[in-house]
């Protein structure tokens, strides 16, 4: 597959996320599994490949101790094609981008879906939990305490309202205290997610449209950062993540670049996080021997 056919599969998949509004929850659900791949990459998986659930170039499979066996058909996919003060270019088969390194356009590579492979057992990721009860709390308190980059509350709020960010006033987040712990983990995920589309001091959306496709982002990020760090808020978040529909593909290139955007904020903010506890929900964003890591 050559770059011009990646980029025309790209173009289909977005057209897909437009008529068909329950794609979108199927590319959420991918962005979360793959979360440090493009959007563009994780519309390429699913047009070869929807049910992948963890995907390596051939050589990482091999040093995790896994091959790729005979005949399999890889996955194409974009990866970026990096150049160093010296021109050189990155030799390896899934480069990454750093801050002296130049991009300099996208190639072409081959993964493979463990579903592929034969080999060495990897550590399974960790089992969503349901939205329910109180076994988040410790996790709610530290993010507050140490890791979310906004003053947080908890006070009463109208009916139907779970948190609020307003950043044209005090730049805070207010979260219901009448919700339980997890619940308030799920908004506060989601009003994060707002403060980091809408940074304080900026004026929130006033047409309607704009306000809706706000909404949309930000309980998808939360959506995919709870995925990520195993809350599973889908009984809550699926009106709203597979709700998007009628769009210009424009809108959507932006929506998921923004979506993707806000993901890697938060999730950097948790891998950082001074918190010990926090920090675990993270354990394999800076590692670069993670299978899904290195393609941007």
């Given at each position: 597959?050559?770059?011009?056919?990646?980029?025309?599969?790209?173009?289909?998949?977005?057209?897909?996320?437009?008529?068909?509004?329950?794609?979108?929850?199927?590319?959420?659900?991918t962005q979360a599994r793959f979360?440090?791949?493009?959007?563009?990459?994780?519309?390429?998986?699913?047009?070869?490949?929807?049910?992948?659930?963890?995907?390596?170039?051939?050589?990482?499979?091999?040093?995790?101790?896994?091959?790729?066996?005979?005949?399999?058909?890889?996955?194409?996919?974009?990866?970026?094609?990096?150049?160093?003060?010296?021109?050189?270019?990155?030799?390896?088969?899934?480069?990454?981008?750093?801050?002296?390194?130049?991009?300099?356009?996208?190639?072409?590579?081959?993964?493979?879906?463990?579903?592929?492979?034969d080999g060495d057992p990897l550590?399974?990721?960790?089992?969503?939990?349901?939205?329910?009860?109180?076994?988040?709390?410790?996790?709610?308190?530290?993010?507050?305490?140490?890791?979310?980059?906004?003053?947080?509350?908890?006070?009463?709020?109208?009916?139907?309202?779970?948190?609020?960010?307003?950043?044209?006033?005090?730049?805070h987040i207010t979260i219901s205290?009448?919700?339980?712990?997890?619940?308030?983990?799920?908004?506060?995920?989601?009003?994060?997610?707002?403060?980091?589309?809408?940074?304080?001091?900026?004026?929130?959306?006033?047409?309607?449209?704009?306000?809706?496709?706000?909404?949309?982002?930000?309980?998808?990020?939360?959506?995919?950062?709870?995925?990520?760090?195993?809350?599973?808020?889908?009984?809550?978040?699926?009106?709203?993540?597979?709700?998007?529909?009628?769009?210009?593909?424009?809108?959507?290139?932006?929506?998921?670049?923004?979506?993707?955007?806000?993901?890697?904020?938060?999730?950097?903010?948790?891998?950082?996080?001074?918190?010990?506890?926090?920090?675990?929900?993270?354990?394999?964003?800076?590692?670069?021997?993670?299978?899904?890591?290195?393609?941007?």
């Amino acid at each position: 597959m050559t770059g011009q056919d990646a980029q025309a599969l790209v173009q289909a998949g977005i057209e897909r996320l437009i008529g068909d509004p329950a794609q979108w929850l199927q590319w959420a659900q991918t962005q979360a599994r793959f979360h440090h791949y493009s959007p563009q990459n994780i519309l390429l998986i699913l047009a070869q490949r929807p049910d992948a659930t963890r995907v390596a170039g051939f050589q990482t499979w091999k040093r995790l101790g896994r091959f790729v066996r005979r005949g399999e058909k890889g996955i194409t996919i974009l990866a970026p094609m990096v150049r160093k003060s010296s021109d050189a270019v990155e030799p390896d088969d899934v480069p990454t981008e750093e801050p002296t390194r130049k991009l300099v356009g996208f190639r072409p590579v081959t993964v493979f879906d463990i579903a592929q492979t034969d080999g060495d057992p990897l550590e399974d990721p960790p089992r969503a939990i349901v939205l329910t009860g109180d076994t988040w709390q410790p996790v709610l308190t530290g993010l507050i305490a140490s890791t979310v980059p906004v003053p947080v509350t908890f006070g009463a709020l109208p009916p139907d309202t779970w948190g609020m960010w307003q950043p044209a006033l005090d730049g805070h987040i207010t979260i219901s205290d009448a919700a339980a712990p997890n619940m308030q983990l799920k908004t506060l995920l989601h009003e994060w997610a707002h403060s980091v589309g809408i940074p304080a001091g900026t004026a929130v959306p006033v047409d309607e449209t704009a306000r809706a496709e706000e909404e949309v982002m930000a309980e998808t990020t939360a959506y995919i950062v709870g995925q990520i760090i195993g809350l599973d808020t889908l009984s809550y978040s699926q009106s709203y993540v597979a709700g998007w529909s009628d769009r210009s593909p424009e809108t959507v290139r932006r929506a998921l670049s923004a979506i993707h955007h806000r993901v890697r904020v938060m999730m950097d903010a948790i891998a950082h996080s001074p918190d010990p506890l926090v920090q675990t929900l993270a354990p394999d964003w800076r590692e670069a021997s993670s299978p899904a890591q290195k393609v941007s």
